[in-house]
Every structure is written in C-alpha cells, then in structure tokens.
C-alpha cells in the first residue's frame, strides 16, 4: 500500500512525523507537506504562479516541502507518484471538529485528494501550549487506521482523537454551534482592531463529532464532497 503524507501544520509538526510513523507499518511513505504552517487556509490551491518543491528529510521518510498550500501538497504528491493508496493528512495540532472543518487545511489536503480520486482521511487531535502525547496516542491512530485503510468503500474521513481516548465512535458533523468569535481588541498605539477567534462551545448534540471528543471518543466522521441539500432540491423539483 501506498501512503502520501500531508499536513497543514508544516513539514516540521511533531503530528506529521508521528503519522508517518505509524503509516510505515501500513506500507510505502512519502511525505509532501508546506514548507510553513498553513493552518485555517481551508482549500485554497496556488493556480497563479509556480511552486518551488525541495527535497528534504523527516527522520528517515522521503519528504517534499512546497511553498503552497496543503491542498497544493497533495495535488503535486498524487502528481509525482503514482498509484497512491490513501492520502493521510495530520496529525493536525488542534481538532478540526463541526464548522472548524470548513476552515480547515488538514481537511481540504484530504478533500483534495478525494476530489482527484484517491481516498483521503484527515486526523486532529487538541493542543494547547502543551504539544500532544503522541506516544500516548500512537496506539490510537494505530486502531484508527486499522478500521479505515480496508473500508474502501470510504472515500474522505475526519478523525478527531480526544487527548486520552477510551473508544471509538463513528460520528456526523456538528454543524449547529459556530465557534468562531469576533474579539475587538487594541494595537499597540491604541488603534482598535478586531481578532476571529476560535472559542470552546458548551452545547454538543449527541452523536455528533464534537460530542464523542468531548466524552473521550476517537470521532470518525464519514463524509462526502456533495454539498447539494438533498431535500431543498426535492422540494423544488417536486
Ligand atoms: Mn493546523
């Protein structure tokens, strides 16, 4: 099996090195990954000038660093390599849970290679100053990837890992609660400016991504590139 590594954290993120890590028991990997942090870009790709991709190594795993976007990663890594089994992207420092996934770089280097038609699964986990334990959690993605690489059948997936997980629990999105705030805040010479910020909700509905993460759940989000409301269109044309 064929495994290419993105991320949206950068090439240097300890959560791109410990995916590698375990990826290597799966089979073959690579890594293409930006060369800084392209966190909260969402699916942006680069189509107005070229992108500079330099060799480089992350342990012992062949890696790129490209100048572009997480999306861009993955469109040049299924471009030089052939017959890629899986894009994995993460392990993102930070959830990507609800509406974080429309912001999302980690999500969009695995909606990216879904939309090229490979098979993408996208994996977060929390981080605060603190950088994750992912010698605690590298059983976890372990049993993640154990349940996800055979189910082909499965073309893009979110993977959310609570700091200490306890099970496993297939999830949909949470889309009702934004977590997105808007905080006026100062410059240093007094001049007001306004900073979006990303603040914790309180309310999860059952079932929901952010409520197995918030129990202590591994959430496993399945989900699809067709945004199309399914009963508004009924609707109409009916
Ligand atoms: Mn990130």
Not at 21 to 48: C, K, L, N, W, Y
Not at 160 to 182: C, E, L, M
Request: hydrophobic share 45%; net charge negative; charged share 20%.
């Amino acid at each position: 099996m064929r495994l290419l590594i993105a991320n949206d954290d950068g090439i240097h993120s300890p959560g791109l090195f410990a995916l590698a890590d375990v990826a290597r028991q799966f089979g073959d990997v690579r890594i293409v990954a930006p060369d800084v942090e392209q966190s909260s870009m969402g699916h942006a790709i680069t189509h107005g000038r070229p992108l500079a991709v330099k060799r480089t190594h992350i342990g012992d795993f062949d890696a790129w660093r490209v100048n572009g976007t997480p999306a861009d990663c993955v469109a040049l890594g299924l471009s030089a390599w052939e017959k890629v089994d899986v894009v994995l992207s993460g392990v993102n420092l930070g959830p990507n849970l609800g509406n974080s996934m429309w912001h999302s770089g980690t999500l969009a280097a695995a909606k990216q290679a879904a939309l090229l038609g490979c098979r993408g699964i996208a994996l977060s986990t929390p981080a605060d100053d603190a950088e994750p334990d992912f010698v605690a959690l590298r059983p976890w993605i372990v049993k993640a990837l154990e349940l996800l690489l055979p189910r082909t059948e499965m073309c893009l997936l979110n993977v959310n890992f609570p700091p200490q997980p306890k099970d496993i629990a297939w999830t949909r999105q949470s889309v009702r609660h934004y977590d997105g705030r808007v905080v006026p805040v100062k410059d240093p010479r007094g001049r007001p400016l306004q900073w979006i910020t990303v603040m914790p909700v309180e309310a999860t509905e059952e079932g929901t991504d952010r409520w197995a993460v918030n129990r202590g759940s591994v959430s496993i989000t399945p989900l699809r590139l067709d945004l199309t409301d399914d009963a508004a269109l009924a609707k109409v044309a009916g």
